[in-house]
T-cell receptor, first 114, second 115 residues
Framework: EDQVTQSPEALRLQEGESSSLNCSYT??????LFWYRQDPGKGPEFLFT???AGEEKEKERLKATLTKKESFLHITAPKPEDSATYLC???????????????FGQGTILTVHP | AAGVIQSPRHLIKEKRETATLKCYPI?????VYWYQQGPGQDPQFLIS???????DKGSIPDRFSAQQFSDYHSELNMSSLELGDSALYFC??????????????FGPGTRLTVT
């Protein structure tokens, strides 16, 4: 069974204090790893897709990296508006057995104080 | 840019009633996914459709059914509602053939409350 574990569960930062969120996964044939941002009561907002180990993607203050076992979401000099829950999800299925469903981790609740 | 549209945004039902949730995917997206998110939990995959055919099935109760129509919108029908069905229900859409690796874009969700 595919498993995704995110840590820490919650992270409190001061504005400008850089840090990283972790996403560890166990899947049978990773096809892609996705990062989403979710604000309370709203739908997940797509951030990044990573397809293979060694890949990196950046967007403003966020940078996502991928290894064979985990992914990191690095947040550089965060601002209060970066406060949200960050969800990691995997799309798996070796041999074309996956039709796209995502398996999510529990998320990391990020709070950035001014 | 157009996003995924879900209706209604909020729904209050009593136990044993039925509910229908609607999802309108992003234009030209042909795949629709339904997820359920309980309080403080991560989204759980329910069911998906590609080109109006069911393509995958997750932890969807037998009391629930869904379909995708010719205009690609989808409806999730929920019968004999239970208190435990109270949750946020998200629809996501993507563009691409079955098994393809494409980003899923989520709608704003429908908050279902069962009393």
């Amino acid at each position: 069974e595919d498993q995704v574990t995110q840590s820490p569960e919650a992270l409190r930062l001061q504005e400008g204090e850089s840090s990283s969120l972790n996403c560890s996964y166990t899947v049978s044939g990773l096809r892609g790893l996705f990062w989403y941002r979710q604000d309370p009561g709203k739908g997940p907002e797509f951030l990044f897709t990573l397809y293979s180990a060694g890949e990196e993607k950046e967007k403003e203050r966020l940078k996502a990296t991928l290894t064979k076992k985990e992914s990191f979401l690095h947040i550089t000099a965060p601002k209060p508006e970066d406060s949200a829950t960050y969800l990691c999800a995997v799309q798996a299925g070796a041999g074309g057995t996956s039709y796209g469903k995502l398996t999510f981790g529990q998320g990391t609740i990020l709070t950035v104080h001014p | 840019a157009a996003g995924v549209i879900q209706s209604p945004r909020h729904l209050i039902k009593e136990k044993r009633e039925t509910a229908t949730l609607k999802c309108y995917p992003i234009p030209r997206h042909d795949t629709v996914y339904w997820y359920q998110q309980g309080p403080g939990q991560d989204p759980q995959f329910l069911i998906s459709f590609y080109e109006k055919m069911q393509s995958d099935k997750g932890s969807i109760p037998d009391r629930f059914s869904a379909q995708q129509f010719s205009d690609y919108h989808s409806e999730l029908n929920m019968s004999s509602l239970e208190l435990g069905d109270s949750a946020l229900y998200f629809c996501a859409s993507s563009h691409g053939p079955r098994g393809g690796l494409y980003e899923q874009y989520f709608g704003p969700g429908t908050r279902l409350t069962v009393t």
